[in-house]
């Protein structure tokens, strides 16, 4: 069992400098019984001192952006991808979009600011926050002008140091035909002084700089309204541009007028010095998103990374009844501009110089602030030995009756408690069914079948792959019901069995809440109701499902019925045992993990239907076994059939070739290599990812079925139609060719392998033997 259960819910909303600073910190030193959550939107987080960096292509963009899930990875923290549109401090939970609320015992925010979009037509500009929306635009900016080098002005919005950086990162970037005039770049500000509230010096290097480049500024031209013919000022005058872009005042996030929390006149979170909301205990706030009662401080990426170590110790003073520490802003820093090229304007005390040399130094600063987060050993997360136990947390094992870091029950002394299974399960909405007819509080389920149809039933249990419990609800619940899908069935009711580590009972019910939640949420989508179940505790969150559905008699589509000339059509990407490993080790990008994520969620429902109007002679789901495992299952016993595979239509997860070639297996991978023994020429595979791939187990894999040649690119228009981008036709089944008959080995290799190929040629062409 865990050796310090959780007793208390830390949940961070948003992956600012100083959230990422907390998470680092903790991955250093946790705090055992309290459980850290981060609520992100986004996977990955920019590093607001190097996004000119990336405009003017000084860095690629994994290197200027935090990636939070691999930091969460390391800190022990379980990740949440959701934006937050509410929250209720009286009753301690956060409202967030799409998906149930979540509950918390301390609250930290870091949510940032975004431009002020206030001006009549901001729909025809872009803000350069959210940073990843504004790169994509710029790429895709970018590439238009290379293809199309027409005329083109940029117009940037915004006379304060992140304005003036993006215009002079921008005309770097475009610097050639800037030069020649084709492209120009202007600088737009209401006031006199750019950058805005820096002193002379400074701004006389900047004007320099801006000049060098060719940026033509704008002062004290006041914007009335945007159009799609570009800017017009309080005198009505008309600045013609292609592209405006907004680097305006910072504007607090607007859900957080309707959030209880004290609130300063333009709608930040009122803190003291202590980081703490103003009258109330329980919720933090840090960043462009806090604002000092005493004295409001510029909305300035520098403090933010300040405020990130107290943070971290208030926090836990928080959760520990300890002394909490103050924060002093400094009142001097050295500042330092990027310039477009490796050059920029370093700034203190009034005194300012440019050059090579003030960049080197800023790049070398950022660089050391990035490698806090990247060069974190996950391991590090797991060693909690020795560590306190929160103090004012104690009564609860006193209510208990017993320590929760003693031995647990196992046996039916495992079970979840009566009082906190009741309470999450009166949270769950309401379920109806035509063929339920009593379940979840009984005993048993009771269901009335229809005549003359036929119950399929399938079981299938999940170690979460995932931190997120309402995510790994919903996986789980898909998981299960894709069994069902691939025999044609319709589902009607579910039974969970649910396993949770142990814990305060308040987190269990939270965590059975999520985990059931995100189930009913999938299984609701699919017209099956949650009949009952069983919970207990254990090592790790697991979450099963025993599913039961319907079918037409001679309306089954069975998992051996291959026939000679049949395609084989595979509807997701492979790779997401081999993604989940690397992730499991800190070693994946964040946004491959999102990526796969995003294709198990996709339900086989919509597949299976397809293909049974496209008459599949087979169909299973490829899971556990892989892909090959999967397919050889489908082959059976039949001695007259072959099945070739083409490696260069197999759909690949981004990411899976590179965690497979540096070896990051899923646990089930060796096993599932010894079906590799059943393909005829293994040796032309052997030096690409694919290879490897075809055992790679999968979570929430798609369908693979065998479909008539003739119909098999309607088939495949049909499912590209219905949203699932990934499939392709990656194989064939043919006849055993009569020379290959006479190799009395050819029955235990019926699988040949391609690098390339036509599908069409393999049904129509006798290929040599496989020797």
């Given at each position: 069992?865990?050796?310090?259960?959780?007793?208390?819910d830390l949940?961070?909303?948003?992956?600012?400098h100083?959230?990422?600073?907390?998470?680092?910190?903790w991955a250093?030193?946790?705090?055992?019984g309290?459980?850290?959550?981060?609520?992100?939107?986004?996977i990955?987080?920019?590093?607001?001192?190097m996004?000119?960096?990336?405009?003017a292509?000084?860095?690629?963009?994994?290197?200027?952006?935090?990636?939070?899930m691999?930091?969460?990875?390391?800190?022990g923290?379980?990740?949440i991808?959701?934006?937050?549109?509410?929250?209720?401090?009286?009753?301690?939970?956060i409202?967030?979009?799409?998906?149930p609320?979540?509950?918390?015992?301390?609250?930290?925010?870091?949510v940032?600011?975004?431009?002020?979009?206030?001006?009549?037509?901001?729909?025809?500009a872009?803000?350069?926050?959210?940073?990843?929306r504004?790169?994509?635009?710029?790429?895709?900016?970018q590439?238009?002008?290379?293809?199309n080098p027409?005329?083109?002005?940029?117009?940037?919005v915004?006379g304060?140091?992140?304005?003036?950086e993006?215009?002079m990162?921008?005309?770097?970037?475009?610097?050639e035909?800037v030069e020649?005039?084709a492209v120009?770049?202007?600088l737009?500000h209401?006031?006199?002084?750019?950058?805005?509230g820096?002193?002379?010096?400074?701004r006389?290097?900047?004007a320099?700089?801006m000049?060098r480049l060719?940026v033509?500024?704008?002062r004290?031209?006041k914007?009335?309204?945007i159009?799609?013919?570009?800017?017009?000022?309080?005198?009505?005058?008309?600045?013609?541009?292609d592209e405006?872009?907004?680097?305006?005042?910072?504007?607090?996030?607007?859900?957080?007028?309707?959030?209880e929390?004290?609130?300063d006149?333009?709608?930040?979170?009122l803190v003291?010095?202590q980081?703490?909301a103003?009258g109330q205990?329980?919720?933090f706030?840090?960043?462009d998103?806090?604002?000092?009662?005493?004295?409001?401080?510029?909305k300035?990426?520098?403090?933010a990374?300040?405020?990130?170590?107290v943070l971290f110790?208030?926090?836990?003073a928080?959760?520990?009844?300890?002394?909490?520490?103050q924060?002093?802003p400094?009142?001097?820093?050295?500042?330092?501009?990027?310039?477009?090229?490796?050059?920029a304007?370093?700034?203190r005390?009034?005194?300012?110089?440019?050059?090579e040399l003030p960049?080197?130094?800023?790049d070398?600063i950022?660089?050391?602030?990035?490698?806090?987060?990247?060069?974190?050993?996950?391991?590090?997360?797991?060693s909690?030995?020795?560590?306190?136990?929160?103090?004012?947390?104690?009564?609860?094992?006193q209510?208990?009756?017993?320590?929760?870091a003693a031995m647990?029950?196992?046996g039916?002394g495992?079970?979840?408690?009566a009082?906190?299974?009741s309470?999450?399960?009166r949270?769950?909405?309401?379920?109806?069914?035509r063929?339920?007819?009593?379940g979840?509080?009984?005993?048993?389920?009771?269901?009335?079948?229809?005549?003359g149809q036929?119950?399929?039933?399938?079981?299938?249990?999940?170690?979460?792959?995932?931190?997120?419990?309402?995510?790994?609800g919903?996986?789980?619940?898909?998981?299960a019901?894709s069994d069902?899908f691939?025999m044609?069935?319709?589902?009607?009711?579910?039974?969970?069995?649910v396993?949770?580590?142990?814990?305060?009972?308040?987190?269990?019910?939270?965590?059975l809440?999520?985990l059931?939640?995100g189930?009913?949420?999938?299984l609701?989508?699919?017209?099956?109701?949650?009949?009952?179940?069983?919970?207990?505790e254990?090592t790790?969150l697991?979450?099963?499902?025993?599913?039961n559905?319907?079918a037409?008699?001679?309306?089954?589509?069975?998992?051996?019925?291959?026939?000679a000339g049949d395609?084989?059509?595979?509807?997701?990407?492979?790779?997401?045992?081999?993604?989940?490993?690397a992730?499991?080790q800190?070693?994946?990008?964040?946004?491959?993990?999102?990526?796969?994520?995003?294709?198990?969620l996709?339900?086989?429902?919509?597949?299976?239907?397809?293909?049974?109007?496209h008459?599949?002679?087979?169909m299973?789901?490829v899971t556990?076994?892989?892909l090959?495992?999967?397919?050889?299952?489908m082959?059976?016993?039949?001695?007259?059939?072959r099945?070739?595979?083409?490696?260069d239509r197999?759909?690949?997860?981004?990411?899976?070739?590179?965690c497979i070639?540096?070896?990051w297996?899923?646990?089930?991978?060796?096993?599932?290599?010894?079906?590799m023994?059943?393909?005829?020429?293994?040796?032309?595979?052997q030096c690409?990812?694919?290879?490897?791939?075809?055992?790679?187990?999968?979570?929430?894999?798609?369908?693979l079925?065998?479909?008539?040649?003739?119909?098999?690119?309607a088939?495949?228009?049909?499912?590209?139609q219905a949203?699932l981008?990934?499939?392709?036709?990656?194989?064939?089944?043919?006849?055993i060719?009569?020379a290959?008959?006479?190799?009395?080995?050819?029955?235990q290799?019926?699988?040949r392998l391609?690098r390339?190929g036509?599908?069409?040629?393999?049904?129509?062409?006798?290929y040599?033997?496989?020797?």
């Amino acid at each position: 069992m865990q050796a310090h259960p959780n007793y208390q819910d830390l949940v961070l909303v948003g992956g600012g400098h100083a959230h990422a600073i907390v998470l680092q910190m903790w991955a250093m030193n946790p705090l055992p019984g309290a459980r850290l959550t981060l609520v992100s939107p986004q996977i990955q987080t920019p590093y607001s001192g190097m996004v000119p960096g990336l405009i003017a292509g000084h860095y690629e963009f994994d290197q200027t952006h935090i990636d939070l899930m691999r930091l969460c990875r390391a800190a022990g923290a379980r990740f949440i991808r959701a934006a937050a549109e509410h929250i209720d401090p009286v009753r301690r939970r956060i409202h967030l979009q799409g998906r149930p609320e979540l509950e918390y015992d301390l609250l930290s925010l870091d949510v940032g600011s975004t431009p002020v979009q206030n001006l009549p037509g901001a729909e025809h500009a872009t803000p350069i926050k959210p940073v990843g929306r504004f790169y994509a635009r710029w790429q895709s900016l970018q590439q238009r002008l290379r293809e199309n080098p027409t005329p083109t002005s940029l117009g940037v919005v915004g006379g304060g140091a992140g304005g003036c950086e993006l215009a002079m990162a921008l005309a770097w970037a475009l610097r050639e035909p800037v030069e020649t005039g084709a492209v120009q770049v202007h600088l737009i500000h209401s006031g006199e002084q750019i950058p805005q509230g820096y002193p002379p010096m400074a701004r006389r290097q900047v004007a320099r700089e801006m000049t060098r480049l060719g940026v033509h500024v704008h002062r004290n031209w006041k914007v009335s309204a945007i159009t799609a013919e570009g800017l017009v000022s309080d005198s009505g005058e008309l600045l013609q541009l292609d592209e405006v872009l907004l680097c305006t005042p910072a504007g607090a996030p607007a859900w957080l007028a309707n959030s209880e929390l004290e609130l300063d006149q333009r709608g930040f979170v009122l803190v003291d010095t202590q980081l703490r909301a103003l009258g109330q205990p329980t919720v933090f706030a840090v960043g462009d998103v806090a604002s000092f009662a005493a004295s409001p401080l510029p909305k300035a990426g520098v403090y933010a990374v300040r405020q990130g170590p107290v943070l971290f110790h208030n926090l836990r003073a928080a959760l520990t009844n300890r002394p909490m520490r103050q924060y002093r802003p400094q009142q001097r820093f050295l500042s330092l501009l990027s310039c477009g090229g490796r050059r920029a304007v370093a700034v203190r005390n009034g005194l300012a110089f440019a050059g090579e040399l003030p960049w080197r130094w800023k790049d070398a600063i950022d660089q050391k602030f990035m490698h806090r987060f990247s060069d974190l050993p996950v391991s590090m997360s797991e060693s909690t030995a020795g560590a306190a136990q929160p103090r004012h947390r104690q009564s609860i094992d006193q209510r208990e009756g017993v320590s929760l870091a003693a031995m647990r029950c196992n046996g039916c002394g495992a079970k979840i408690g009566a009082g906190v299974l009741s309470a999450a399960l009166r949270r769950l909405p309401r379920q109806q069914s035509r063929y339920l007819l009593r379940g979840a509080g009984d005993d048993a389920a009771v269901m009335e079948l229809p005549p003359g149809q036929l119950l399929v039933q399938s079981s299938d249990q999940l170690r979460a792959p995932v931190s997120d419990p309402w995510l790994c609800g919903r996986l789980a619940a898909l998981h299960a019901l894709s069994d069902l899908f691939a025999m044609h069935a319709q589902p009607i009711a579910a039974q969970a069995l649910v396993t949770l580590p142990a814990a305060a009972a308040e987190l269990t019910q939270r965590d059975l809440y999520q985990l059931l939640r995100g189930a009913v949420y999938e299984l609701n989508r699919h017209h099956c109701v949650l009949s009952g179940g069983h919970s207990a505790e254990g090592t790790d969150l697991q979450l099963g499902f025993t599913v039961n559905g319907l079918a037409q008699p001679g309306g089954v589509v069975e998992k051996t019925g291959l026939r000679a000339g049949d395609c084989l059509i595979l509807t997701k990407p492979l790779g997401v045992g081999t993604i989940f490993a690397a992730e499991g080790q800190g070693q994946a990008q964040g946004r491959w993990v999102a990526r796969a994520i995003d294709s198990m969620l996709q339900s086989n429902d919509t597949a299976a239907r397809v293909f049974a109007a496209h008459s599949a002679h087979a169909m299973t789901d490829v899971t556990g076994f892989g892909l090959l495992g999967h397919l050889l299952e489908m082959l059976g016993d039949r001695v007259d059939l072959r099945v070739t595979l083409i490696a260069d239509r197999l759909p690949l997860l981004e990411g899976a070739a590179y965690c497979i070639e540096q070896g990051w297996l899923s646990s089930l991978a060796p096993q599932n290599a010894e079906a590799m023994d059943r393909i005829a020429n293994p040796r032309e595979w052997q030096c690409i990812p694919q290879a490897a791939l075809l055992i790679d187990p999968q979570t929430c894999g798609g369908l693979l079925a065998a479909v008539p040649a003739a119909g098999a690119e309607a088939c495949l228009r049909e499912l590209h139609q219905a949203g699932l981008e990934s499939a392709a036709i990656v194989g064939c089944v043919t006849e055993i060719n009569q020379a290959d008959r006479e190799d009395d080995t050819s029955n235990q290799r019926p699988v040949r392998l391609l690098r390339s190929g036509d599908w069409r040629q393999l049904l129509t062409h006798n290929y040599p033997p496989s020797r």
